[in-house]
């Protein structure tokens, strides 16, 4: 017998997925570059050309047996300890290499830190507007996803919904900031007060409650944007990383976990996380992409045209009466839509061949989500699309 609850998952694909799946087959009929598709969270960037040149030197000199092995449970040593210096050298922590776990991307480091701090019955709570694919990152464990509603004037945190949502069966608090699908990032003074609740909370109940925070957009904050390294503000701290977006590699599936070294179990989590590889598969990640990140802590590709990106389109469509939360990094945004059925309304947005994505895939209906991580000039002829659609709604 078939597992049901994978095949129920197959009507409930994910909504990106297939509005970037309409987007191709649309491009073949009228040509990609007609098509404005803003449904997919894909670099549009190259790699930096330091990385490029290390992954030739190490095909060019290094040995082929160690470049294409295994790598070691936990990652290469070296790699690790480059990240924990590198982490160190950036935010003031005092990480060692034995905080550090190698992992195939963000959503592996994810899947492990879910699994190092929860057992069945137990709560993690996020905060929409979040990444949809949570829910099953979290449910398929045996955890259960608790979603606080959003603070709509900003996206930051609504501390009182969520003190009442911090109920005793709640092990760990999942956090996206820099923010995916509004672009926004979280403040000092948000991150300070989420720590204080916890700190009391752990008290009241008796038992940790770890804080995940999931940073694959870490490196994209704008200009003057305040951007807290989590880490520093709550000692019970598991961070996820990728480098997909920062040195725009998602094809090649690399990340970690950094666990605070003021966690409570800091080196045990690290240690477990290699026994949980065992019964999800996630790993030993790619030797020689280990070996060429390493050498890249302290790069990352041409960030600029994000931010350019979000300027054009935040001005235009103001203008034209779309309510917006100014995003502070990433290459999302996230617009109220016209009408308060946002999936209606992404789909009168395709009749311009615009491609969005509805909020409610992210826990907040009415809005809807642009990846602009697009050629500019491409962002630029997209504007009359945007004009098209406004003016279907003053009629």
Known sequence: M?????KNMLGAKSAIREMAAYGAKRGKEIGP?????????????PVPEKFTKKMISLLENESPVA??????????????????????????????????FMTSGAAAALAHAFRAVTVPGDAILTFAPFFPEYRFYVNLTGANLKVVPPDLAGFQVDFQKF???????????????PNNPSGIVYTTETIQQLARILEEKEKAYGHEIYLISDEPYREIVFDGV?????AKYYKNTITCYSFSKSLSIPGERIG???????????ELIVEMCGQISRGIGHNCPSSIIQLAVAECLCDTSDLSVYEKNAGILYDRLTKLGFEIVRPGGTFYMFPKALEADSQAFCKKAMEADLLLVPGDTFGCPG?????????????????????????????
Not at 163 to 177: G, H, K, R, S
């Open 2 to 6: 078939i597992a049901k609850q994978y």
């Open 226 to 230: 305040d951007a807290p390294y989590v």
């Open 256 to 266: 970690y976990v950094a666990v605070s070294p003021s966690c409570e179990d800091a």
């Open 67 to 100: 470049l294409h092995g295994y790598s070691p449970t936990l990652g290469i040593d070296s790699v690790r300890q480059a990240v924990a210096d590198s982490l160190n050298q950036r935010f003031g922590m005092e990480y060692k290499k034995e905080h550090i």
């Open 367 to 395: 809005y809807f989500r642009i990846a602009y991580c697009i050629d500019t000039e491409k962002v630029e002829r997209s504007l009359a699309a945007f004009d098209r659609v406004a003016a279907m709604y003053r009629k």
């Open 33 to 45: 570059e007609n098509v404005f598709d803003y449904s997919l969270g894909n670099p549009s960037v």
């Open 163 to 177: 003190e009442e949502m911090l109920t005793e069966d709640v092990t760990a608090v999942l956090i996206n900031t």
